[in-house]
C-alpha cells in the first residue's frame, strides 16, 4: 500500500471520519472482467462508495440512538472496487478475473447494503443477531412488497482491508453486511431499507439501478 495511502487511513482511524481514496487519475489499458466488460477511467472509488451511500440518525430526548450509514453495493460501486483491488494490491490479470467473478455471482441473486451503525448503547448495536432490538427490512415503494435479509455478517474493524473498501467504519461504529434475495425485488423502482424498532426507526431510499438501467436501454 502506498504511503499516503496509509497515511490516510491512520488519519480516518484516530478522527473517526471516512477514509478519502486520492483524487488521482489512473490510465489504465482496457480489459474484460467478465460482466464489467471494458472498464477504463479515473481511480474512482472513494467517490463511487460516497454517491451510493447515505447517512441518518434517529435520537430521544436529544441524545442520539442510532447512527446509521448505509451504502448499496451495486454493480457499478462492485466495478470501482474491484479496479481498487487490483490497482492497491496490483492483481495479476487472473486473480483480478477471479474478484470480478465473485462480484458478479453475489450481485446476480442478492441486493447488498453494508451498514456501519453507532448506537448510544453498546447492547443495542446488535444487528447481526436474531434477537435484536432492531428490525432491518427491504421494501419496495409502496410498502406492499418486504424481505428480510438471507445472509448478515458482522465485519471486522480489525480487518485492514474492510476498513479501506468500507470507508465509513471505524472504531465507534460496527459494520454488517446485509444480503437480500434480489429475485423478491428486482421488479422494484425503488427500494427502501428500513431500520426500525423501539428505539427508533430509519429510512435510507435508492433508486433501484437496474430498472433504471433497464428504462434507459429501451428508451428511444
Known sequence: MKTRHL??????????VTACTPGKNVSRSPKSRHFFDA????????????KWTQTQRTQSDFDLTLLADVTFWTTKL???YVDEAAEQYRLPEDEAKALAYTE??????YFVFIISATTRELKWNDLDSSKSIWRVTLEDKSQNMRVRAEHVQKLSYRDERSRYFYQRMNRFNETYKFLFPKYKMQKAKMLSLYIAGPRGQLVFKFDNPERVAQAESTSP
Do not use: H
Open 7 to 16: 497515511f490516510l487511513l491512520i488519519l480516518s482511524s484516530l478522527l473517526g
Open 39 to 50: 472498464f477504463v477511467g479515473e481511480n474512482n472509488y472513494g467517490q463511487t462508495f460516497d
Open 78 to 80: 462492485r466495478e470501482a
Open 104 to 109: 458478479q455471482i453475489e450481485n446476480e441473486k
